[in-house]
């Protein structure tokens, strides 16, 4: 069992700049491959970007690569997105999820979630 708190989220302007955090619980969390995801209103949750166990594998929408980046501190149970260049249709809830396999963007292999950070970007 894995639980997840994501903490960081915020109201920027465009162009602005986020750090999200994933803080996990348990033990095995260096054995979860983590992703982050998100959902704005009236849409789908999709995929943003997700990292291997080890940190050194990682995977980007292409909506965001090159702005954001993904990384994770074993020591701390926790996975980081850096958010740059913030664009107004960046804004939605953010949810941090782990599971248990590879790399992957899609979220029904997921198995855990955290409860969703805001991130609002204005114009």
């Known amino acids: 069992q894995v639980q997840l708190v994501e903490s960081g989220g915020g109201l920027v302007q465009a162009g602005g700049s986020l750090r999200l955090s994933c803080a996990a619980s348990?033990?095995?969390?260096?054995?979860?491959?983590m992703g982050w995801f998100r959902q704005a209103p009236g849409k789908e949750r999709e995929f943003v970007a997700a990292i291997s166990w080890s940190g050194s594998a990682t995977y980007y929408a292409d909506s965001v690569k090159g702005r954001f980046t993904i990384s994770r501190d074993n020591a701390k149970n926790t996975v980081y997105l850096q958010m740059n260049s913030l664009k107004p249709e960046d804004t939605a809830v953010y949810y941090c999820?782990?599971?248990?396999?590879?790399?992957?963007?899609?979220?029904?292999?997921?198995?855990?979630w955290g409860q969703g950070t805001q991130v609002t970007v204005s114009s």
């Open positions: 999820a782990a599971r248990s396999g590879r790399l992957s963007d899609s979220r029904i292999e997921f198995n855990y």
């Open positions: 348990g033990r095995t969390f260096n054995y979860y491959t």
